[in-house]
């Protein structure tokens, strides 16, 4: 004999007892478990999405907004490193003439080699218009292989859209493809770059297509990479040991007849950084060529031509001074002294054009001969400069060609734009800089093409023009590992369920040592020490968490198998993918077994702390206590009643009801209600009758242990408050919509479009380019940055956001949303007015939701991103201010100069809010319709988001009610305990003539009295609380839910009351008598 | 009653002003044992009688260091009881006492061998086999060494009850106390248990203090003492 041998015995004799017990541990187990392996299975499924959408892909190249040779792919490719070039734009596509539309798609121009990072054979191997689609593009359109699309692709070129002059006519290109496949995610169909887990609409047609289409010759814009050992820096290197001019959009050519060497750029303009660094250089020097509208002196005019701004070192001019040609003075009737006026086009970010007049004195006329018929000084302008007449213009703005003349046509036909006037460098660059640049080429003397070229790759590092390498690979992996952690949101969401079966295993552990009291007796008696009892049953114990804890991993498998189910599912809007596999990590299972078995065991050995130092004669002993007057149980109960009622009068219902105000006031109310019932159950206690009747007898008997039944009370109000007070108390975000302080900002709409729009849409020549001179509609444009959703949408960990620039006057004017969080460098009257100063510390100024901020990025208003700008400089955005939830869920806000100053090149805006009438909408669908648009009324945007919290609150609720049945089993276990302890008295009730039933339906009546009771006092304020949610029109129908799940607890109540009312009572109760 | 036979025997138990109070539900306090009294030497039995709730049963407990005294103490061998700790209490009740309750109080998952085996283990980790051959030489007294595979479920009460005997004995304690052995056995089998405890009284030279109802079993002890109003006085014979 021994303690493990008795321990066993133990086990076996008290088996049912112990099934219950083992029972609760289990549950407890399969709880957590679910919870560990939920979570695990998300990440484990987004990094295997992430996988899959890179394919065989390690690192990225790309060049920001440039495009490159693809060419260079293939320079940089060794035997350790496999290369492919791809050529990226957005896309839209329409199937049988609009039968189904399909925007924001993925265009990819591919080669062959991207067979190798799609892991498939020819796949990818596309003739001139073949295509192959992914499921998800398939399953929009209905579309299937053999079928025909009209795609409609954002016309990408090796300038910016919106480079001053140049047209935006074509700004978009289509043409017709055949689908020849399908491609599943397993052939690498979903490729994305962006770490998210919901499938993009991908299509993939010939790289060398799409570059003819595009008439672009051979580039790319993204190269893909594989190869192991690889580190940022050796790729990088591998480029610039490659690289061509070209693949910086620039050029060198030399003029024989003037003896000199010029670099001129792809994109009209030498960037700044460019510019910058090569004129540090000796011996360069810069030139500045515009397009200006007219030259007049007096009622003389010359129309449409080019002023070139020249150095000092070959123009010696002051601020207002001006050399014109020959050509010119003859034209103009002008002589030296003369006042000649220039009048031009400033042109805005979005084509805006300021049509600005500046005046010059002519300080000289110059001879029609040397480097005053220099043509090369006219920067090549797609459109215009390469247009065999002036008729045959297509420049970027309006052009009268009406004023143009048959010398102006004549002058063309032989020299071009050869500039007709010259003013100093620097007042060229004071007038007519932009972001795009303050120069069109840069010079320096001689002959020296491809010495200067070899100096001009040397002077850069790739990153310093706006190529970057990335390890998509890790930094995917690493963002879905680090996504949302769906073990602690599971493990917060079944809190309650958790709560309840250890609750059970506890009460039941404690009914199991009540029934061994006098066992335990026996064993002091006996000389069992204190410690030795608890070793005893603590061996017991060991065995059973052990049992139920092994127990409770197939049931929790089962019980994820069921919730991941529904998360593909019913709970799809949570992680936006139907693609969740359940992976299980052995060390969940031990960590789960080890936490409730170290929970389960600590409170054993409390437990048994208290019973094993019990003597056996205080066991034997119940005295049940005084319990006082209850004077403070009503006085408390009833101020907290009264103080909620009137709060919630007073504050809660005003013009609007406030639901944090209804919510205190239900979270007051509920322990308001449980004192006084307290009182009322002390009164009950102390009062004398003098009229005894059944129902007094009843009463005492079922009522008489106040503790035990404010612990019923206590446990079932609570419960229910908590699980619906929290499940059915939801946020209506389109009650008041239409204020500018909302989460719309008072806009209708909310729209994306799959192109940029190059213009300013509230601007009449931007109505006009898009057909809504008549439309009543104002926007506010946003340029957009591509970014990683940032949103609640995503569950991957993202690091840069969507970038959205705007003007910020538009959004101050009419103190458009809410800040939840700012910092100092906020200003409280006009806060969007602060985005457009840069911080001391040339930090950027940001914006973004708040929800975003803490759950998206996991960081605080104050802290910084890190962006890398076109010049391949860090960019810090300060994050200044947090938006209650908005339309912008997602993205990062800053001031539209402050965008531009970073990324020039970004053209155009792909982002809107609108305010128009609702009625407006299908006009702006037509208006937009060949940009992609997708278009949605604001407050439905807040909804999208919110529907995951919704989701979310739905789930609580759900499990929320599976801890309440649970507990209705723990009520049950009570309830047949403090029957069983009082046996005795109902067997004298029996003795003394009452039938079985009677007795029966006696307890059963008292308790679910107090059942019901305990039920209501939690119902009422948990529906006080959630008021204002439950009168909105959106959750009126959740109170169903909440009187279903009353009823169901209250079911169950009953059923487990019945039964531990029953078991209590098997048997004969007079045996009871004999033993007393 | 045979006080003769003790009177050159040793005190073994004292009790000397021993009070023990209880509050009741209203608050006030109940004096159950009222600076009580007592000796018993060295191998007398001695029998408690008195009324219900006299605090016969609460007396035994306190002499079996189940309960503790208001003030007052008991002595064992002229040493305080309670003024050991609770590890030391433990091996006092182990080693020194045995219990035997009206309700035999065996543990129905053990057979009846491990049942009087159970208190060895409360202070060692395994049985000897001195231990297992004093339980055997118990049962063969006890009349039950048949039985002894069977739970007590299996067995009448009479049975069940000379197991707990057993069990109480099977540490060789000084003292045996017995609340109302026989009070749950039909007559002949408590009959037949009141003549095997004085049979061990005898044999093994254990004292024996009952606390009984039946004058009969009370007047086969060497003393008789009534407890009333919380005093202890002896009984004429």
Not at chain 1, 824 to 837: A, F, M
Not at chain 1, 847 to 875: C, F, H, R
Request: proline share 3%; glycine share 8%.
């Amino acid at each position: 004999m021994n303690g493990i041998r008795y321990a066993i015995r133990s086990l076996l004799y008290y088996w049912k007892l112990n099934l219950t017990m083992v029972l609760g541990v289990a549950l407890s187990t399969a709880i957590l478990l679910g919870a560990f392996v939920i979570g695990d299975s998300v990440t484990y499924s987004l990094k295997q999405i992430t996988l899959q959408r890179l394919g065989n892909t390690d690192w990225v190249i790309t060049g920001g907004e440039r495009l490159f040779r693809a060419e260079l792919a293939s320079e940089i490719a060794s035997d350790e490193l496999e290369v492919t070039p791809l050529l990226f734009a957005n896309g839209m596509a329409v199937l049988d003439g609009g039968k189904a539309r399909a925007n924001q798609l993925q265009v990819w121009g591919v080669k062959t080699g991207f067979d190798a990072f799609a892991g498939t054979d020819h796949l990818y191997e596309l003739e001139s218009n073949e295509a192959v689609i992914n499921e998800q593009l398939a399953r929009v359109l209905g579309v299937e292989v053999g079928e025909e699309l009209l795609l409609r692709v954002n016309k990408l070129s090796t300038f910016p859209a919106n480079t001053p002059f140049v047209s935006a006519d074509e700004s978009t290109i289509s043409f017709r493809v055949q689908v020849k496949a399908i491609v599943s995610l397993e052939q690498t169909g979903n490729f994305n770059l962006q770490a998210i887990q919901s499938a993009p609409k991908n299509i993939f047609v010939s790289l060398d297509f799409l570059n003819q289409q595009m008439q672009l010759g051979d580039l790319s814009n993204v190269v893909l990479v594989n190869g192991a050992g690889l580190d940022e820096s050796a790729l990088l290197r591998r480029i610039a040991a490659n690289w061509k001019l070209e693949d910086l959009n620039l050029s060198v050519r030399e003029n024989v007849d003037l003896n000199y060497t010029e670099l001129v750029s792809d994109r009209v303009f030498i960037e700044p950084s460019v510019a910058g660094k090569l004129l540090k250089g000796s011996g360069t020097y810069p030139v500045f060529s515009y397009f200006v509208n007219q030259l007049k002196i007096q009622d003389q005019a010359t129309p449409y031509s080019f002023v070139a701004g020249l150095p000092s070192t070959m123009l010696n001019l002051g601020a207002n001074e001006i050399i014109i040609n020959r050509w010119l003075a003859d034209d103009l009737s002008a002589a030296p002294g003369d006042s000649i006026f220039v009048t031009y086009f400033e042109v805005g970010p979005l084509r805006q054009l300021v049509e600005k007049s500046t005046w010059f004195q002519v300080a000289g006329i110059v001879a029609m001969e040397g480097q005053w018929t220099d043509v090369n000084l006219m920067p090549d302008i797609p459109g215009l400069s390469d247009a065999g007449h002036c008729s045959d213009w297509e420049t970027g703005v309006p052009v009268d060609l009406s004023s143009i003349r048959q010398k102006d046509e004549d002058y063309w036909t032989n020299l071009k734009g050869t500039p007709k006037a010259f003013v100093s460098l620097k007042t060229a660059q004071e007038l007519w800089g932009n972001r795009f640049g303050q120069s069109t080429a840069i010079r320096l003397e001689g002959l020296q093409a491809a010495d200067f070229e070899k100096q001009v790759l040397a002077e850069f590092q790739p990153s310093d023009v706006g190529f970057q390498v990335k390890n998509v690979k890790e930094d995917g992996l690493q963002a879905a590992s680090q996504g949302v952690d769906f073990s602690g949101l599971f493990i917060g969401l079944s809190f309650f369920v958790l709560f309840a079966a250890l609750l059970l295993a506890y009460l039941m552990l404690q009914l199991y040592l009540n029934f061994r009291r006098s066992e335990i007796g026996t064993l002091h008696a006996m000389g069992f020490s204190a410690h030795k009892i608890r070793q005893l049953f603590f061996f017991e114990a060991i065995f059973l968490v052990l049992i139920g804890a092994l127990l409770g991993v197939p049931v929790g498998l089962g019980y994820n198998s069921l919730i991941m189910d529904a998360i593909n599912t019913i709970w799809r809007d949570i992680v936006r993918t139907s693609i969740l596999n359940v992976h299980i990590r052995p060390m969940a299972i031990i960590q789960a077994i080890l936490i409730v078995g170290v929970i389960s065991l600590v409170s054993v050995w409390f437990v048994l702390r208290n019973y094993a130092r019990q003597q056996v004669v205080t066991m034997q002993q119940t005295q049940l206590g005084k319990s006082g007057s209850g004077k403070w149980s009503f006085r408390i109960g009833m101020g907290l009643t009264l103080l909620s009622v009137l709060l919630m009068f007073s504050q809660g219902i005003g013009k609007e009801i406030n639901p944090s105000v209804f919510f205190i006031s239900g979270f007051g109310l509920m322990p308001g209600l449980i004192l006084l019932m307290n009182f009322v159950l002390i009164r009950r206690e102390n009062r004398t009758v003098e009229k005894l009747s059944f129902r007094f007898f009843s009463n005492q008997l079922v009522l008489s242990d106040r503790r035990r039944n404010i612990l019923i009370v206590s446990f079932l109000s609570v419960g229910i408050f908590l699980v619906l007070s929290t499940g059915l108390n939801r946020k209506d975000l389109t009650r008041n919509a239409a204020q500018p302080s909302s989460g719309t900002g008072g806009y209708t709409f909310f729209a994306e479009t799959s192109f940029p729009v190059l213009f300013d849409l509230n601007s009449p020549e931007g109505r006009f380019e898009l057909g809504l001179e008549d439309s009543p509609a104002e926007f506010v444009q946003f340029q957009a940055l591509a970014g990683d959703d940032a949103s609640c949408l995503n569950l991957n960990r993202v690091a840069r956001p969507r970038i959205l620039g705007f003007d910020t006057e538009k959004l101050d004017e009419r103190q458009a949303f809410t800040f939840v969080a700012q910092t100092d460098e906020l200003d409280s009257e006009h806060p969007w007015l602060s985005l457009e100063r840069e911080l001391a510390n040339g930090q950027i100024p940001a914006i973004a939701d708040q929800t975003v901020i803490k759950w998206g990025l996991g960081k605080s208003v104050g802290d910084t991103l890190i962006y890398q700008n076109e010049a391949g400089e860090p960019m810090v955005l300060k994050l200044v201010g947090g938006l209650a939830n908005s339309v912008f869920q997602g993205n990062i806000l800053i001031a539209d100069s402050l965008f531009y100053a970073n990324f020039p090149s970004v053209s155009g805006s792909q982002v809107f809010l609108v305010q128009a009438p609702e009625s407006e909408e299908e006009n702006l669908r037509s208006a937009f319709r060949n940009y992609g648009l997708e278009i949605m009324p604001a407050k439905e945007r807040l909804l999208l988001f919110y529907q995951i919290e919704n989701t979310y609150l739905n789930i609580f609720l759900m499990l929320g009610a599976l801890g309440l049945l649970i507990g209705t089993v723990g009520l049950g276990i009570i309830i047949f305990r403090s029957i069983y302890e009082n046996r005795s008295q109902f067997a004298l009730l029996e003795a003394t003539g009452f039938r079985k039933q009677k007795i029966r339906g006696m307890t059963l009546r008292g308790y679910m009295q107090l059942v019901l009771l305990s039920l209501i006092i939690g119902l009422i304020p948990s529906i006080l609380s959630a008021l204002p949610s439950l009168r909105s029109s959106l959750y009126f129908g959740l109170i169903y839910w909440g009187l279903a799940i009353f009823v169901l607890v209250f079911a169950s109540a009953w059923l487990w009351v019945f039964t531990g009312n029953r078991l209590a009572m098997k048997g004969n109760l007079y045996e009871a008598l004999r033993n007393d | 009653m045979n006080e003769h036979a003790t009177r050159n025997r040793l005190v073994m138990l004292e009790i000397k002003t021993l009070t023990k109070s209880f509050q009741s539900g209203s608050g006030a306090r109940r004096v159950i044992l009222d600076e009580l009294n007592l000796s018993v030497k060295d191998g007398e039995s001695v029998a408690i009688v008195g009324p219900s709730g006299s605090g016969k049963t609460t007396l035994l407990n306190m002499l079996g260091a189940l309960d503790r005294p208001d003030s007052g103490d008991v002595l064992l061998d002229g040493e305080p009881v309670f003024g050991k700790d609770e590890k030391q209490l433990a091996e006092f009740r182990n080693q020194s006492i045995g219990f035997v309750f009206q309700l035999h109080h065996l543990l129905p998952q053990l057979n009846l061998m491990e049942n009087i085996l159970l208190p060895v283990v409360a202070q060692q980790s395994t049985v000897n086999a001195a231990s297992r051959k004093r339980a055997e030489g118990l049962t063969q007294k006890l009349g039950i060494a048949e039985l002894l595979t069977q739970r007590p479920g299996q067995l009448s009460g009479g049975e069940c009850q000379r197991t707990a005997v057993a069990r109480a004995l099977i540490n060789q304690p000084r003292i045996l106390l017995a609340d109302e052995p026989t009070g749950a056995l039909d007559q002949q089998s408590s009959n037949q248990l009141a003549d095997l405890l004085l049979q061990l009284n005898r044999e093994e030279n254990i004292s024996l203090i009952v606390v009984t109802h039946s004058m009969v079993l009370a007047s086969k002890m060497d003393k008789i003492y009534q407890l009333e109003n919380g005093k202890l006085k002896l009984a004429e014979a």
